[in-house]
């Protein structure tokens, strides 16, 4: 591992991200459904800074989550992204030896902290809506097996990784998780209207307060997931585009390793990269959010240190239905 490390410090004095390419900017409408997201914290790991993000960072450590947020909305609730998985040790066992070893120095290196199902139960969450995966990497996906009667929605070329896996699997995902999965999927039905400083969108709810956009390539279907929580609190959950917030400000990308490791498509994950930070000096309100910045985490929902997940917003006057 620490060989890894070192040469990913070494590899890392990039420069700054082209810009994005020119683009109108669609202000979002104010939501007027009030919504509560709660974070479940699945697992973790502390890594030196420069695994996260490219050049000179700025913090001297990654602390990491493998998070799962729960979206508490009057029409349902929606689990965005499950985690790692409580087994994923054992699951990991059907990967191939390149796979298994690249598993073992990226997600596998997670320490499990919550149990997603438990934590369902500690919200009071019977029975979600849906599950929405930013993508299906088994540190996104490790949960979905527990939940296996909810629909699971995601982009079609998502779904279609998924289908060429359990065809022929090539250790995308855990062959677990693509199990668990099939049946299950739904593609997300993007509209071709622009929000934000993007071309298309899916208005979850229909009343503005979570919508999905398409980010492709970390994954063929990788998305981001605007959270309108208030009028003056809104956030973005980028999935796994960035890994350290600081790359927005530092217009940089992840580190060269871990984008060896785990983009599907560099250029494509470094263009939509750019197009975070077009939309960070657009709307320098909104929270950017990337799947695995702990700190980030924090900084919006507060310590984890309760036996409830910690939340943030107003929850629903009545229980959600199913």
């Not at 590899?11 to 991200?17: E, N, V």
């Not at 298994?100 to 369902?120: C, H, W, Y």
């Not at 250029?267 to 309100?285: D, F, I, N």
């Amino acid at each position: 591992m620490r060989k890894l490390i070192v040469l990913s410090l070494l590899s890392t004095a990039c420069a700054s991200l082209p810009p994005a390419a020119p683009h109108a900017f669609v202000p979002p409408p104010s939501p007027g459904t009030p919504l509560q997201v709660c974070w479940v914290d699945t697992g973790g790991l502390t890594a030196p800074g420069g695994y996260g993000a490219g050049g000179a960072t700025v913090a001297d450590t990654w602390e990491v989550t493998s998070a799962a947020l729960v979206i508490r909305h009057p029409k349902g609730d929606l689990v965005l992204d499950t985690g790692i998985s409580p087994h994923a040790q054992e699951e990991k066992r059907e990967l191939g030896a390149w796979k298994r070893f690249i598993f073992s120095q990226t997600a596998g290196r997670n320490v499990p902290r919550r149990n997603l199902k438990d934590a369902l139960t500690a919200l009071g969450v019977t029975r979600p809506k849906a599950l929405l995966l930013s993508h299906v990497h088994a540190d996104h996906a490790g949960g979905v097996a527990s939940l296996p009667d909810v629909p699971v929605w995601l982009a079609a070329e998502e779904k279609q990784l998924i289908e060429a896996e359990l065809e022929h699997p090539h250790g995308v995902t855990l062959p677990a998780h693509a199990r668990a999965l099939k049946g299950r999927m739904v593609p997300i039905p993007f509209a071709a209207e622009p929000y934000a400083n993007y071309e298309t969108r899916f208005d979850v709810f229909g009343d503005g307060t979570v919508v999905v956009v398409p980010t492709f390539g970390h994954t063929p279907g990788s998305v981001a997931t605007f959270v309108n929580v208030s009028p003056t609190q809104r956030f973005v959950h980028v999935g796994d585009l960035i890994n350290l917030r600081e790359s927005i400000e530092r217009n940089v990308g992840k580190s060269w390793l871990m984008r060896q490791f785990t983009d599907e498509d560099l250029a494509r994950t470094q263009a939509e990269v750019a197009k975070l930070v077009q939309l960070h000096a657009r709307a320098p309100g909104l929270l950017i959010l990337p799947a695995h910045d702990r700190r980030a985490f924090v900084e919006l929902f507060g310590a984890d240190d309760h036996e409830v997940p910690p939340c943030i917003g107003v929850p629903p006057a009545a229980p959600s239905a199913g």
